[in-house]
């Protein structure tokens, strides 16, 4: 199997990941070098095999629903890119 | 001083051989000295020093615990507070983390002094340290290869005794290769055994941190502050943490070892098999008895790998957004720019292919053909070590297929980088614990012993280690010039 570089702009854009122009090729070349490596999955039955999720099979735990968590909300806003009044800014998303 | 065990460091500060302020220094001296090992990414001389002033109080006032005042070093994928932690990412290059993981909190509890953050593959992806932001680390052994990834900063610092010991963490080897690369001991524990809190995220069902240490019997103490449950973490699982320490000198009669003949077929290099052979000849004269066991669906490990973490990457990765914390470009157009930018800017070439791999078996369509049917054979692979287990009580086999392979070699081949994983992964997706210890020298280089047991078995690998490394002394050899 294998990606063209259409392909690889549209999974780029899914993940909102830039990539140079220049790049495109290797990616979909290496995409599908890994895509080669995967075909020997499909020639086993795994029919009725349940998939796994957790080594342990263990469900996600559950706790009551108390607060456990102090406010950081100064802490992590000291580490942003750009905050004001206590807000995230990002640029203006309606005009 | 360097080369003393856990043991004899803690026996030192109480006889008063030495103070920890002066273990302390002596560490950030060499880290200096070697600073051309590129091992850290950040050393923390003065809170390190701090630590060792408060480890000194402790020590005299009689409250010490082993680890007090013992000089080691934090993998950067680590959140230590108020202390840059990069994850070896440009994305992540202005990023103080505002909380410990556990493992940093339970390390500091103890009375630890934390010398720095250390250098590893970007976001933990990568076999040989090469695609960290902050440049390819040196194996002390020689130094124009690599020392294995992720955690290379890590296996280095050991082998050049640039810490007494230091945290790894491991998704699909990453403890185990570099610790089998640089000639030191690396253990991988159960999934669900030590914290995951604050390690920042690669693939979140794979991922288990673990200590990297120059014998067993450190292992031993570090996994010992290490292990527990947390209900910060998820998946963390709540079982008893055992002493692991206890059992280090029982005796190993009747022990059964599997040899999976899928581990020693092609693809492994001869003299690596060779120096594997005569190490499992010496668990022989412990009074193991050795056994060939076949694992048929170990072929499956990598292909399976490369389905389920890079779609549990693409999904963890998202958080870096440019938004909230790390990296954000300059003068963003509007906010899709901002976000497509950032990502675009802030990660490197291998961890933007890993997104893109598995955004693409995440997607409409794809989800079954590729994510679930990874995982059902994620299921297969697991079974087949569970009956493995029920046979024997350890499987034994090779780390790497070779010996360190050097800078430059394989980073532009990026499949032929993965198939170096090939007998690691598998361990990773059963989630069975494993070490890697050394077993002697191939062409010059270090080799790795893999010895992988059942769920919750540390307390036995550590065990079947520390017997080994009572009768040779590979663990105690230091590279020339360290």
Redesign the interface.
Known sequence: MS?TAD??KK??H???????QH?VAA?AA??S??LD??????D?D?DG????????D?V??L?SDVVTEQD?RE??Q?????VEAGL?L????IE | MYNKTIAELAQGLRSGEFSSVELTAAFLDRIKQHSGLNAYISVTEDLALQQAKAADARLANGDAELLTGIPIAQKDIFCTEGVKTTCGSLMLDNFIAPYNATVVEKFNHAGAVMLGKLNMDEFAMGSSNETSYYGAVKNPWNINTVPGGSSGGTAAAVAARLAVCATGTDTGGSIRQPAALCGITGLKPTYGRVSRYGMIAYASSLDQGGPMTRSAEDAAIMLQTMAGFDDKDSTSVDTQVPDYSAGLNNRLDGLKIGLPKEFFGEGLNSEVAATLETAIDEYRKLGAMVTEISMPTLKLAIPAYYVIAPAECSANLSRFDGVRFGYRCENPADLSDLYTRSRGEGFGKEVKRRILMGTYALSAGYYDAYYIKAQKIRRLISEDFKKALSEVDVIMGPVTPSTAFGIGEKIGNPIEMYLSDIYTIAINLAGVPAMSIPAGFAQGLPVGLQIIGNYFAEDRLLNIAHQYQQVTDWHQQAPTGF
């Not at chain 1, 899914?14 to 140079?20: K, M, N, Y």
């Open positions: 990606l392909d690889v999974i780029a899914l993940a909102r990941l830039g990539i140079e790049d990616y290496d995409l070098g890994m490596l995967m075909v020997q999955m499909n086993v795994t095999i349940e998939p796994m999720a957790h080594p342990m263990q996600q735990r706790r950081k802490k992590f000291a580490i942003a890119p750009q995230y990002v640029p203006k998303v």
